[in-house]
């Protein structure tokens, strides 16, 4: 007798190994015993695995093997917070503390898009940066390190300058526009 196989989805695309094409955004399962099925190579695979496929820039999500419900979130807050655990934490107490203060805020929606930009631009800023320090000789690349500190602080003071001002902007034109609202049904402050 066989082993049983963890039920898989049909997708709509052929797996990759009966015709060489890759579906659009590969399917991981997760089942109550806390396991991760990896529904494009038929196998388990751990938090690390998943972490290295957001490394790989994958495209794939998470679903409860019972429910579908899409887990992709908290999988990838569990990275995180195994990550902050783990080592050298991105994030002190305080922005942890400031970020759940903002949950129920009327501002929540916004500060969501706006970590969401800021995370994307530095990303950007940090792609740039390692594509032009393929261009550089080792003495330059020595010399760029001596100097990366200062450098990238002063990056980083003007980027946080940068993005303080546009958030401060937002905060503006929010207050602005529910003004008029609140001025449109006759309601004034």
């Not at 032009?132 to 690349?141: D, G, I, V």
Request: glycine residues 4%.
């Amino acid at each position: 007798m066989s082993a049983v196989q963890p039920r898989q989805e049909p997708h709509p695309v052929q797996s990759k190994k009966a015709n060489a094409v890759k579906p659009a955004q590969r399917v991981i399962k997760k089942y109550p015993n806390r396991r991760l099925y990896d529904t494009d190579t038929s196998t388990y695979i751990t938090l690390t695995e998943v972490k290295q496929l957001v490394m790989d820039s994958e495209s794939f999500v998470v679903r409860d093997a019972k429910t579908n419900e899409d887990l992709t979130r908290s999988i990838l807050l569990q990275i995180i917070l195994e990550e902050e655990a783990g080592g050298a934490p991105m994030f002190s107490e305080a922005a942890l503390a400031n970020l759940i203060r903002i949950y129920g805020h009327a501002s929540q929606a916004f500060m969501g898009t706006y970590l969401e930009k800021n995370v994307q631009a530095f990303t950007d800023i940090q792609a740039k940066l390692t594509e032009q320090s393929k261009t550089l000789t080792p003495e330059m690349w020595a010399q760029f390190m001596s100097m990366q500190n200062p450098l990238v602080q002063g990056m980083m003071g003007n980027y946080v300058e940068q993005s303080k001002t546009v958030f401060d902007k937002m905060q503006e034109q929010m207050a602005k526009q529910t003004e008029q609202m609140l001025g449109a049904f006759g309601i004034k402050r």
